[in-house]
């Protein structure tokens, strides 16, 4: 299922997420340019939270609850969430250029 539309959904209101952001160490344009966005109300394992959305394509997406409310901060979306790589790029210009990879927990850590 194509999620595009959910993630410029998130897009527009990712203002709202600077705080979030800033206290993670990610300027805005940075998040700008891995399209993270912003869901002020989003069904979160059955419940209302609040999330930030994290492309990996655009069939496939992290939503990051930063809520506080869950143990459980990350849901998966999309087909094949198995094997999804945020920023896979990366690696292919990394084994192009033979510039060094950084393996993080998670995609905020990669930011």
Do not use: W
């Not at 999309?78 to 033979?98: K, M, P, Q, R, Y």
Request: charged content about 25%; aromatic content about 10%; hydrophobic content about 35%.
């Amino acid at each position: 299922m194509d999620r595009t539309g959910l993630i410029h959904a998130g897009l527009k209101n990712i203002k709202k997420a600077a705080d979030y952001l800033e206290s993670r160490g990610i300027q805005r344009c940075l998040a700008a340019e891995y399209s993270v966005g912003y869901m002020p109300k989003f069904n979160f394992l059955g419940t209302d939270g609040i999330g930030l959305v994290i492309p990996i394509d655009k069939y496939r997406l992290t939503v990051r609850d930063i809520s506080g409310n869950y143990k459980d901060r990350y849901l998966k979306l999309g087909s094949g969430t198995v094997g999804g790589v945020f920023n896979s790029d990366a690696i292919l210009h990394s084994c192009e250029s033979g510039k060094p990879v950084f393996v993080t927990e998670g995609e905020l850590d990669a930011l």
